[in-house]
């Protein structure tokens, strides 16, 4: 059986020349010695690039924790701190905004889309026919604004797909 080719290592062989542990320190800094490792007490960062910190034995996202302290309690379940270049590691408060809810942050995204695509913070997305449009030139419908004929329109394909079902 092969060995390791590091000193001291008698772990078993698995590619160029080097165990697991020492290959893949090879492939990643292109030493088998180094050993790259965060400073303890610096935290981690998880698969979708938020930085945690674990304080008490739980893990709390920072831009979580910054928020709580600028604020001065700890903020309720469901409340969400969004990130305004959405960099998730730039923590920096002036980076951050409170939003009460996850449906107001939507909302709040709703209109940065709805500003990007045409220009006015308050346009609608018809759920139809997926345009922006003047809410004005728009009906409401429940919680939702829709253009009136495409609404029309819908409902008449679903009547006719429904007769023809039944004629089938």
């Not at 006015?120 to 809410?135: G, L, R």
């Not at 004929?149 to 008449?156: D, M, P, S």
């Amino acid at each position: 059986m092969r060995i390791c080719g590091v000193d001291g290592c008698n772990k078993k062989h698995e590619a160029r020349g080097y165990c697991h542990e020492h290959y893949k320190r090879f492939m990643l800094h292109g030493d088998p010695l180094i050993i790259k490792q965060a400073s303890r007490g610096s935290g981690w960062i998880d698969k979708k690039g938020y930085k945690y910190f674990t304080i008490n034995g739980k893990s709390t996202r920072e831009h979580r924790m910054i928020m709580e302290s600028i604020l001065g309690y700890k903020l309720p379940k469901g409340s969400c701190v969004h990130h305004i270049d959405e960099n998730r590691l730039n923590n920096d408060i002036s980076n951050l905004m409170y939003f009460p809810s996850y449906g107001e942050h939507r909302k709040f995204h709703a209109r940065m889309e709805a500003f990007k695509t045409t220009g006015h913070y308050d346009w609608q997305k018809c759920p139809y026919c997926h345009q922006y449009d003047d809410p004005e030139n728009m009906v409401k419908e429940r919680v939702r604004y829709v253009h009136s004929t495409c609404r029309n329109l819908l409902q008449k394909k679903m009547r006719e797909d429904k007769i023809n079902a039944i004629h089938i």
